[in-house]
Structure formats: C-alpha cells, structure tokens
C-alpha cells in the first residue's frame, strides 16, 4: 500500500503526520519504508534524529519524479506500507504520487491562504480519478495504481471553539472528491517539540503526548491505516 501525504502548502503537517505514521506502523509490526520527497529532507532528519531504542523505518531520499517512479515500483513488492513525504505544491512530482497512490492524505491548517489553495489540490485529485480509469500504458509510463484510489482530508493544528475551524470543518464535508475525516490533529506545543526530543508522540509518555498520539491513532485508524 502507498500512502502519499500532500498538500500546496508548506507547514501543514506534512511531515508530522508522514513520521508518526510510520511510527503507528512499526507498532503494528508492519514493514514500513518512508520516502522523504521533500528537498528541506524533514521527515529524513526526523527519523534520523530518533533515540536509538526507539524502531525507525527504513527511509529514502527522493526527490525526483523519474527516481520516485522507480522507488514506488521497487518498494511495492518489498514493504507492507511505504509513506511518501511530499514537498508542497501540485507539479510534476506530486502528480506522479496520485497516479501511484492507495491513499492521499491531506492536512489542512485551517487558515484562509490554506483553505483558499485547497480546491486546485482537489482538483488535481479528480484529474488524477479519471486519467487512472482511462490509464493506457506507454514506455515512460509502464504501469500505475490500480484505478480507485482514496483520498482524504483532515484538519490540522485545530485551536477549538475558533471560526476558522467552523468554516474549514464546513468547506472540508462540502467536497465530494476527498473524504473529511471526523478527527483533527490539535494544536499542541509537544507535535512541535518531539523532533527536537529524538521521539515522536507515541514514544513519549506524558500526558500532552497520550492525547496527541490518541488523536494521531484515530486519524489513521478512522482512514482504514
Ligand atoms: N498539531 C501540531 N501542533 C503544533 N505544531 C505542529 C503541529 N503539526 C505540525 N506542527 C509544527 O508546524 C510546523 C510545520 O509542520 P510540518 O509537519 O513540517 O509541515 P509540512 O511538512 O507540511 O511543511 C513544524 O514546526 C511542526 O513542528
Ligand atoms: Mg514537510
């Protein structure tokens, strides 16, 4: 299964999810591998970062489409989940992920530059519904995911009781493309501090930490993850 995390913004969560993702895997004893398609290489240095009790999954840099096109083919057959990081932005590279994809994820920050920029994401994700039904295979392109896909919204950095959350929660359930997931990541200082602490919140046991990876678990489990 290839799970993509994507977005036109940076700085949405991205990488917190992609990194806490692999870490609930590895709880499941699932083979995890995670490509960092990323330049800034945060997820890499995330996991690089670790303790070193603490299971890591194997990690690749890629941040080319060709060599990404690759890495999807070689890591299918090899790992149980492979979790791709993306940079922000919808070119060629993120393009090829939706081709490849089982799963699209995509945090939302509920700020208006984010909820305004969602749509055209949206878009692409439709575009990309109806060229995987219509795939007709070529020399560049040999083979992708199989044609139905799913795809997922959740919102992010979620302060409760603020407009913004109202109107994103709305905007988000209007669309029909990507499916809103019923469980925010909420702001919390311990998801901005856990790269700095060589852990991620299933790793830390305090109860700042309980509560995000519990929101973390019901985000993944409410996505079939
Ligand atoms: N739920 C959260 N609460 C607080 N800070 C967060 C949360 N999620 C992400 N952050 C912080 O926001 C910044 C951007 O997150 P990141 O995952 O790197 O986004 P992206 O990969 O989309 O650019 C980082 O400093 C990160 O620590
Ligand atoms: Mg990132």
Known sequence: MIVVFLNLKGGCGKSTSAVHLSRYLLKRNKQVVLLDADPQQTSIDWIDSLQPAIPRPECRRVTQPKALQTQLHDCLNRFDVTIVDSPPGIGRLQRILLL??????????????????????????????????????????????????????????????????????????????????????????????????GATVFDVNTRPARQAAESYRRLFELAGL
Do not use: C, W, Y
């Open 100 to 197: 490849f994809a089982d799963v699209v994820m995509i945090p939302v920050q509920p700020g208006i530059p984010d909820l305004r920029a969602t749509p055209k994401l949206l878009e692409a994700v439709r575009l990309a519904r109806g060229a995987r039904r219509n795939f007709e295979p070529s020399a560049a392109l040999p083979a992708i995911g199989k044609p139905e896909f799913k795809a997922f919204t959740f919102l992010v950095r979620t302060v409760p009781n603020t407009l913004l959350v109202d109107k994103a929660r709305m905007l988000l359930r209007d669309r029909d493309d990507a499916h809103f997931l019923e469980a925010d990541i909420p702001q919390r200082q311990i998801l901005a501090d856990a790269m700095g602490i």
